[in-house]
């Protein structure tokens, strides 16, 4: 009942997360782009915090619950040790992996540098000074987003799979997570050597971050049968 109980907070939370991450991708930036300077301000001053509330702390009650969940299930497992090897486990933890990198950028990336751009959108409007620091923060808040929406393709397949489509388990598994972390921290540089002017990053697009997310989920699955399968 206690296991039932924390996946439902899980599932919440987590479709809140997910679904404001959405939003703030293909419906809140897009909009943004095409608003007039008074509607942009008024929206990044109001709208932009009580998304971001939600946002923020629906994604921790999402890591936490969930970690509850892999923590107790292996706990109890009657394998010990090597029930961590085990393909439920080997699945979950890649798709929780996935997502704590997600919520680093969360906390760490987006949020940080959110607070700069509403606290200047603020000031300006106040009639005192925007901060000059504010675009930049801007794009890597952006860019952190958009890394969100690429890692929560694979994340999301990795955390359903788990239950109905488990990853192989008996080859290499020191080799398999070693890859996964290069092939994430890879996506993490991208996304954290941000620029205030133009680039050509496939993700600054909608249509480009949607198939770079299936493009790393594809490869996420073809390492795990590379390195895990017999």
Partial sequence: MAEFGLRWLHFLAGITWIGLLYYFNFVQGPFMAEADPATKSAATQKLVPRALAWFRWSALVTFLTGAAIIGDRLGRASEGSAAWKSSWAVTILTGASLGTVMLINV????????????????????????????????????????????????????????????????????????????????????????????????????????????????????????????
């Fill in 107 to 230: 906390w760490g990336v987006i949020w940080r540098n959110q607070k700069v751009v509403i606290a200047s959108a603020k000031a300006a409007a106040s009639g005192g000074q925007a901060n000059a620091a504010a675009p930049a923060a801007a794009r890597r808040a952006f860019l952190a987003s958009r890394t969100n929406v690429v890692l929560s393709i694979p994340m999301l397949f990795y955390m359903g799979a788990a239950s109905h489509f488990t990853l192989p388990a008996t080859g290499s598994h020191s080799a398999y997570w070693v890859s996964l972390i290069v092939l994430v921290g890879l996506i993490e540089v991208n996304a954290l050597t941000a620029t205030t002017g133009p680039t050509t990053k496939p993700i600054e697009k909608i249509s480009g971050v949607i198939v770079t997310g299936f493009v790393v989920w594809g490869i996420t699955y073809a390492l795990a049968r590379a390195f895990l399968a017999p």
